[in-house]
């Protein structure tokens, strides 16, 4: 447990920062760019590649923002939520519902230890992964013991969201703890 908490440090180190400091979420352009970032550190033994997180406004709470992420281990892709605000504690059921825009609802439930540190992380599973590249998001709900939170999703996101789940579908990790030096031409 102490690893995975090591591991969100890291990969949220990034994101750690003020509403104040934000001048926009992701909603000007979408990415064309994978950005797949595989560095040295493993977790859990194992080695791990993420994609940029997207940034999203909370809509029902002002000045708030979340970081929305997916990453690899081994072949399983991971969805890594924060709400970056201090102290809120997510409940320990389930924590995430997905609104699509046909009407249905994923309920997702969080497999990081309880924790007031508004960290969600889930193991997708094939159908889940289905379901997002194949349907457009509307808005995310996610449940604390604080109030729930909602975060409207609008286009731009979405295709930032299928986008980065082709990159890392396809991504291949690689398994080496040796950085290579680049070859200088002459």
Do not use: W
């Amino acid at each position: 447990m102490l690893k995975f908490f090591a591991f969100f440090c890291i990969l949220f180190s990034a994101v750690d920062f003020s509403a104040q400091d934000i001048a926009l979420d992701s909603t000007e352009f979408a990415h064309f760019d994978c950005e797949i970032t595989q560095t040295k550190q493993k977790l859990n033994r194992r080695f791990f590649a993420s994609v940029p997180g997207i940034k999203f406004r909370v809509n029902n709470e002002n000045q708030m923002y979340a970081s929305f992420q997916f990453g690899k281990r081994k072949n399983k892709i991971f969805l890594y939520l924060k709400l970056l605000e201090d102290n809120i504690c997510l409940k320990n059921d389930k924590n995430v519902d997905l609104h699509f825009k046909t009407g249905e609802i994923i309920t997702l439930k969080n497999e990081y230890p309880i924790n007031c540190q508004s960290l969600f992380v889930k193991q997708l599973t094939k159908k889940e992964l289905k379901k997002l590249k194949e349907n457009e998001l509307t808005f995310l709900q996610i449940y604390t013991y604080k109030k729930n939170f909602e975060i409207y999703i609008n286009e731009v996101q979405n295709q930032d969201i299928h986008h980065y789940i082709d990159c890392l579908s396809g991504y291949k990790i690689r398994k080496t703890n040796e950085v290579k030096p680049e070859k200088k031409e002459k």
